[in-house]
């Protein structure tokens, strides 16, 4: 069989979009092109995997090589197709059989020496890869990401001899288990609670440790991320009192008055400036 299918996921954002492999054998002049909106780094993966499967004592078959990276339209970037494309090569060229390729999912960038390598967005794959009902196998350095998924059937290998000899039917690869340590549970109410929101954070350190006012523009509290951002403010008033016993020990200013009065601030004045423009378009009074 001169063709071969190979399922894998394309990083989107943090989501992590379905990417088919495909790569087909034909006669004519040798060479490897890969097709499919490949970025400069999937371009590069043709040399990484032809090295990869020389090293790993495989032919790397004399014939003319497409591989086509679907959907066309979704840009591909980084070194996670490397492994996919070197088992599309090895299951097209007959070297490994390709009746299990079907029920898995492979991600991982290849060194020269054919040992896999870890890449970004393990977690969001494993997630689309089990509401998919697939396997995910992917590199040893990210099982532990993709394993905190529940529910999620997660095989990881060191080497890529040892993916070819799993799906051989030669050796056993068990679904991985996390061995990450719990992460004790973090106060809601605090701001280390807060995940991301990073320039939010930032500019509140910045006015709270020089005691400077902090004025909140309509787009940041009605915009996409508003309520995220005035959950961060929340946690941070809910933390006041804490910090007004820690100052008045120390002896430094007490900043957090000033911020709390410069949040209520701009939040009256949000206020007002949304009443003032809702005005014209509430219905005005008959006159009699």
Same mark, same amino acid.
């Given at each position: 069989?001169?063709?071969?299918?190979?399922?894998?996921?394309?990083?989107?954002?943090?989501?992590?979009?379905?990417?088919?492999?495909?790569?087909?054998?034909?006669?004519?002049?040798?060479?490897?092109?890969?097709?499919?909106?490949?970025?400069?780094?999937?371009?590069?993966?043709?040399?990484?995997?032809?090295?990869?499967?020389?090293?790993?004592?495989?032919?790397?078959?004399?014939?003319?090589?497409?591989?086509?990276?679907?959907?066309?339209?979704?840009?591909?970037?980084? #070194?996670?197709?490397?492994?996919?494309?070197?088992?599309?090569?090895?299951?097209?060229?007959?070297?490994?059989?390709?009746?299990?390729?079907?029920?898995?999912?492979?991600?991982?960038?290849?060194?020269?020496? #054919?040992?896999?390598?870890?890449?970004?967005?393990?977690?969001?794959?494993?997630?689309?890869?089990?509401?998919?009902?697939?396997?995910?196998?992917?590199?040893?350095?990210?099982?532990?990401?993709?394993?905190?998924?529940?529910?999620?059937?997660?095989?990881?290998?060191?080497?890529?001899?040892?993916?070819?000899?799993?799906?051989?039917?030669?050796?056993?690869?068990?679904?991985?288990?996390?061995?990450?340590?719990?992460?004790?549970?973090?106060?809601?109410?605090?701001?280390?609670?807060?995940? #991301?929101?990073?320039?939010?954070?930032?500019?509140?350190?910045?006015?709270?440790?020089?005691?400077?006012?902090?004025?909140?523009?309509?787009?940041?509290?009605? #915009?996409?991320?508003?309520?995220?951002?005035?959950?961060?403010?929340?946690?941070?008033?809910?933390?006041?009192?804490?910090?007004?016993?820690?100052?008045?020990?120390?002896?430094?200013?007490?900043?957090?008055?000033?911020?709390?009065?410069?949040?209520?601030?701009?939040?009256?004045?949000?206020?007002?400036?949304?009443?003032?423009?809702?005005?014209?378009?509430?219905?005005?009074?008959?006159?009699?």
């Amino acid at each position: 069989m001169s063709l071969a299918v190979i399922y894998s996921r394309a990083q989107d954002g943090i989501s992590a979009q379905l990417g088919t492999v495909e790569v087909h054998l034909a006669n004519g002049l040798p060479g490897l092109s890969i097709v499919g909106l490949p970025e400069t780094t999937v371009k590069e993966s043709k040399d990484r995997v032809r090295a990869a499967l020389l090293n790993a004592r495989f032919e790397f078959p004399m014939r003319r090589i497409t591989v086509n990276l679907a959907p066309a339209d979704l840009p591909k970037e980084g #070194g996670r197709f490397d492994l996919p494309i070197a088992l599309g090569i090895l299951a097209a060229s007959g070297q490994i059989p390709a009746n299990q390729l079907h029920q898995h999912e492979f991600i991982g960038e290849l060194a020269l020496t #054919g040992e896999l390598r870890g890449i970004r967005g393990a977690l969001s794959a494993a997630l689309h890869c089990r509401d998919a009902g697939r396997n995910l196998l992917l590199p040893a350095v990210n099982a532990d990401e993709a394993a905190l998924v529940r529910d999620a059937t997660i095989l990881s290998a060191p080497h890529l001899l040892d993916i070819c000899a799993y799906l051989r039917g030669t050796a056993q690869l068990a679904p991985h288990v996390c061995t990450t340590p719990a992460v004790p549970a973090i106060n809601s109410g605090s701001l280390a609670a807060e995940r #991301g929101q990073h320039h939010a954070k930032r500019a509140l350190e910045i006015a709270a440790a020089g005691g400077h006012a902090l004025v909140l523009r309509t787009s940041w509290v009605y #915009g996409l991320y508003g309520r995220n951002v005035l959950v961060t403010i929340r946690r941070l008033a809910a933390e006041r009192d804490e910090l007004r016993r820690v100052a008045d020990q120390d002896g430094v200013p007490n900043w957090t008055r000033a911020l709390a009065g410069a949040t209520a601030l701009s939040l009256r004045r949000r206020r007002k400036r949304t009443r003032s423009r809702l005005r014209p378009l509430l219905p005005r009074p008959a006159r009699g």
